[in-house]
């Protein structure tokens, strides 16, 4: 049956086999969890020790764990050889584990047919199964519970949110002995706490991610839409509903916190200046740096606005001068803007070659990336510089860009371009300012 309904699947007519099957078919079928997992919702086939579930909000975490616990528990074939008899289940609170993970709408409770169902008794804060098999309950608020139990597996839901995450985590470390293989499975959206970036290096951590859209299916409608209409791209967003680790590096020139407090809807429609800067790479290949193309308005408050990011790789000199030109024509940009001693001669003349209306400001660089970024970020610091929107790669080199560059040590071009752009409005000779479309 499986089978069948994978096939039907990939053929798109899943809803006609299943809307031919009986209701003892249908009852069956939704209890047996591996025919509507997705990818990410199933344990991986690596040797793990410790499986790190990653997720937006709403996209299948908890279900993930309370599946994964019931196989064990049960000693389901389609998990692994075996069963496991004694299971932690250690959350936030004691009533986050009761009303999330046991009693849950995808809770323990709830993934179980009649028969197979365990005995939830919440005075004890135990789960007891019909085959011995038996799980506890704890909380990160009170880590010395965990000092005595014994147990072949666990599930950690929510750690990056633990008020005592390393002892509590500790604690469980030296209860996870039984069995040949104990293991542990950690559901969480991702925050940049110190227990959470250790496990993600960690030798036997297996990791997968899990957007919330992965589970679109199952969310209510207009759900997605109105939260990434409101969050898509900003930090919040990509945390909450990408289920991306986003961090700060502490000597970065902008923090994540800055740049979301720089972020509005949209410019204002009275803008002065609009000018597009590219930072070109060395050379054209797959493995060149990205091509950065970054636009920026001058408002008559005074204030610069980050309008777009269409920054290329691979950046080969007609896709670029393409995207560049169509942005200016767009925006009705004033000029575009290269570095000289990047590539401006070959910036002009590509342009030029593809369509001699559009004028190319060249500059020439005097000082290094990070020299000429400080008075931008500066600018940041004082409130006078916006991001009309998201631009989510443009802003990730923003925040990990320090003295020494990035600490992937690629070449910062959306930033580069930003910052020319900016630097022009902000900081270059004074223009007359003037009505756009007069």
Known sequence: MRAVLSDCAKLGRIEAVLAA???????FLTFDWPVFAHAHQL???????????MGGRGAGKTRAGAEWIRARALGHGWCEPGFAGRIALVGETYADVREVMVEGVSGLLAVHPGGERPQWTPSRRRLEWPNGAVAQTFSAEDPEALRGPQFDI?????????????ETFDMLQ????????PRQLITTTP???PLLKRLMKQAGTAITHAPTKANALFLAPGFLEAVV??????????????GELIEDRPDALWSRDGLEAARVAAAPEDL?????AIDPPVTATAKSDACGIVAAGLGSDGKAYVLADRSRRPAKPADWAEAAIGLWHGLKADCLIAEVN???DMVAQVIASADPSVPVKQVRATRGKFSRAEPVAMLYDQGKVHHAGTFPELEDEMADFGPGGLSGRRSPDRLDALVWAVSDLMLGPKAEPKVRGL
């Open 154 to 166: 666990a599930w950690c839901d929510e750690l990056a949110k633990w008020t005592y995450a390393e």
């Open 174 to 181: 030296f209860g996870l002995r039984l069995g040949s293989k």
């Open 342 to 344: 990047q590539g401006g």
């Open 191 to 193: 925050r940049p706490v």
């Open 43 to 53: 344990p991986p086939e690596t040797n793990w020790a410790v499986w790190l579930l």
């Open 21 to 27: 099957l009986s209701p003892e078919d249908l009852k």
């Open 229 to 242: 209409g409101r969050y898509g791209g900003t930090r919040l967003g990509r945390q909450e509903l990408d």
């Open 272 to 276: 002065t200046r609009i000018v597009i």
